[in-house]
């Protein structure tokens, strides 16, 4: 029961912001690693993006590894390099990023 209430609160926390940071159409699901991500542009960095896991679990693999699927992510939503400097993960597990575009 409590493993079932953690992972609908989770989910709902991690879907909310990603809802309300960008308009759906300029949203792209991607997936990474067999894991199914949106991307979308950063209401919180002006050239950034963030990148929520769609379904995530409430027993997850270690951090790194979200972050290296997030970094993957951006990179195949926008063709453009998520700075790793600049990365930083909310609470609810959306991972924002600048990116580094190609001229």
């Not at 997030?70 to 909310?90: L, Q, V």
Request: with cysteine; proline share 9%; net charge positive.
């Amino acid at each position: 029961m409590i493993r079932q209430l953690c992972i609908a609160a989770t989910v709902t926390l991690a879907l909310a912001p990603a809802a309300s940071a960008a308009p759906s159409a300029e949203a792209k699901q991607v997936t990474v690693m067999g894991r199914s991500w949106t991307v979308a542009p950063s209401a919180r960095l002006a050239n950034g993006y963030s990148a929520t896991r769609a379904a995530p679990l409430a027993f997850a693999p270690p951090p790194k590894l979200k972050v290296i699927q997030a970094m993957r992510a951006i990179k195949a939503a926008t063709g453009c390099t998520a700075n790793f400097d600049g990365m930083y993960s909310t609470i609810s597990g959306v991972y924002h990023a600048p990116v580094i575009c190609p001229k």
